[in-house]
T-cell receptor, first 115, second 113 residues
Framework: GAVVSQHPSWVICKSGTSVKIECRSL??????MFWYRQFPKQSLMLMAT?????????EQGVEKDKFLINHASLTLSTLTVTSAHPEDSSFYIC???????????FGPGTRLTVT | GENVEQHPSTLSVQEGDSAVIKCTYS??????FPWYKQELGKRPQLIID?????GEKKDQRIAVTLNKTAKHFSLHITETQPEDSAVYFC????????????FGKGTMLLVSP
């Protein structure tokens, strides 16, 4: 149990385009999911908390108009990187809480490369 | 907000030796401290966690200790094996449902055969 998937696993896009990343909890319901960004050899930086049926909570310094989050169901949250630029290239990872515990289960990550 | 410091940034040991990674945190309200292992290009995996009502927790070769007074917690790996080589992250948060976690910068552990 507690499997989190992400799609796509990697994506290459041109500067100025938008990219959508999906995060799904496969065998449990997740009212809250988290989106992290990880640069090479660096730590996980929380970008935002995604809440089912309400607006996401963004961390300081994260542009909500650039990183659009939609948590439309109990098993799916999406992160859309709008008007992507090369500096947005990174590893994006989502996570979800299994309700019965406080453990965060991570997705496999999406490697975004913006050319 | 919470601030988590992690040391060392890299740690090289010989197979069979012990490895210790230390973290400090700043928010006295934090009471949940998980440790994650991340292999290159893969997702972080929870390996052990501790809550503030206990001072030590052990799971086979892995143990975690917590000193709430000093606001620090440590990961201990005994009898290290090459497959233990990975980046280890500590984190701190509140044990109250869906709270956020603040991660340390990570420690790259290299276990040489």
């Amino acid at each position: 149990g507690a499997v989190v998937s992400q799609h796509p696993s990697w994506v290459i896009c041109k500067s100025g385009t938008s990219v959508k990343i999906e995060c799904r909890s496969l065998d449990f319901q997740a009212t809250t999911m988290f989106w992290y960004r990880q640069f090479p050899k660096q730590s996980l930086m929380l970008m935002a908390t995604s809440n089912e049926g309400s607006k996401a909570t963004y961390e300081q310094g994260v542009e909500k108009d650039k990183f659009l989050i939609n948590h439309a169901s109990l098993t799916l949250s999406t992160l859309t990187v709008t008007s992507a630029h090369p500096e947005d290239s990174s590893f994006y990872i989502c996570s979800a809480y299994l309700d019965r515990g406080n453990e965060q289960y991570f997705g496999p990550g999406t490697r975004l490369t913006v050319t | 907000g919470e601030n988590v410091e992690q040391h060392p940034s890299t740690l090289s040991v010989q197979e069979g030796d012990s490895a210790v990674i230390k973290c400090t945190y700043s928010d006295s309200a934090s009471n949940y401290f998980p440790w994650y292992k991340q292999e290159l290009g893969k997702r972080p995996q929870l390996i052990i966690d501790i809550r503030s009502n206990v001072g030590e927790k052990k799971d086979q070769r892995i143990a975690v200790t917590l000193n709430k007074t000093a606001k620090h917690f440590s990961l201990h790996i005994t009898e290290t094996q090459p497959e233990d080589s990975a980046v280890y992250f500590c984190a701190a948060g509140r044990d109250s449902g869906y709270s956020t976690l603040t991660f340390g910068k990570g420690t790259m552990l290299l276990v040489s055969p």
